[in-house]
């Protein structure tokens, strides 16, 4: 009999060879993926919940999303076969002129936690490669990030762009360092995260809202 518990305390440790044996054996006995796939979104959300309380930092944190990614390599195939989807897509990127990356993959990776597709654009991302990525994948959200104060005011132009190819329904987010709520309302974004773990609530809010 599968141990959930121990899969969930695993990620959340960031225990790779653990989350990947009790995710097997969870696969292996034929849990309900959907159940599986609960578990370790529970455990990233816990993740999260530490680090917002300044219980665990950024290198916890992302040895706890690559237990996740690696467990999550051994669910998606079952995932795909019993019609399991994620929520909806997000596109996620690092302004133009701006090749910080690591907050950013951490954003990526808690939204993929969360079950949510995300396709990773990279860093040096004009606004165009947002704009095609979320085309091309019927994307709900697109997630920009700016480290640095001379990059950051490239986002106004990306939305106002990202606005005027009039992707339908399309929600923007915007954070990073520099920037803060009040610029992102300035420059017409839709939601503003101060860090990844609040992320996944403030899309989620966001998509929801519609
Ligand atoms: Co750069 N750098 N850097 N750097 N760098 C900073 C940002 C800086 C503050 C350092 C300093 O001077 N004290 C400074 C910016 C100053 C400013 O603009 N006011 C700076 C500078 C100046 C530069 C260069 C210009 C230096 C030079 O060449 N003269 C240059 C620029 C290159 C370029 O981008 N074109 C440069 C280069 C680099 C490296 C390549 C060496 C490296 C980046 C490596 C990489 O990312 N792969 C680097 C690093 C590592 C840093 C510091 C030290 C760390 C940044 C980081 O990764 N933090 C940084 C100083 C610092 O912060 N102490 C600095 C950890 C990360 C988890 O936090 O990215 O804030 P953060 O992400 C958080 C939140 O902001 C939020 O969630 C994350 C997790 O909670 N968040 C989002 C981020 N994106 C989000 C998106 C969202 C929502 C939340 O929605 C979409």
């Known amino acids: 009999m599968a141990d959930l518990g121990a899969l969930k305390t695993a990620i959340e440790a960031g225990d790779r060879s653990g989350s990947i044996r009790n995710a097997g054996e969870a696969i292996a006995d034929g849990t309900d993926p959907r159940t599986i796939m609960d578990t370790m979104t529970a455990a990233m959300a816990e993740v999260g919940r530490r680090f917002q309380m300044n219980e665990l930092f950024v290198p916890e944190m992302l040895i706890s999303a690559r237990a996740m990614k ?4 051994l669910l998606e195939p079952v995932l795909v076969k019993a019609d399991v989807r994620p929520e909806w897509t997000a596109v996620v ?4 002129g ?4 690591i907050g950013k ?3 990526a990776m808690m939204l993929r936690g969360a079950n949510i597709k995300v396709i990773d654009v990279g860093t040096n991302v004009p606004a165009e490669r947002f704009i095609e990525a979320a085309r091309e994948n019927g994307a709900s959200l697109i997630g920009i990030s700016a480290l640095l104060t001379t990059t950051m005011t490239g986002m106004k132009d990306a939305v106002a762009a990202i606005r005027a ?8 987010m915007v954070g990073g360092a520099p920037v803060t709520p009040e610029f992102a309302n300035q420059i017409g974004a839709d939601a503003y995260a101060p860090d990844a773990a609040s992320a996944v609530d403030v899309a989620k809010q966001t998509v929801a809202g519609g």
């Open 70 to 73: 690696e467990a999550m390599a």
């Open 93 to 96: 990127g690092t302004i133009q």
């Open 98 to 101: 701006d090749l910080h990356d």
């Open 105 to 107: 993959n951490l954003v």
């Open 165 to 172: 190819a009039g992707l339908p329904g399309i929600k923007i």
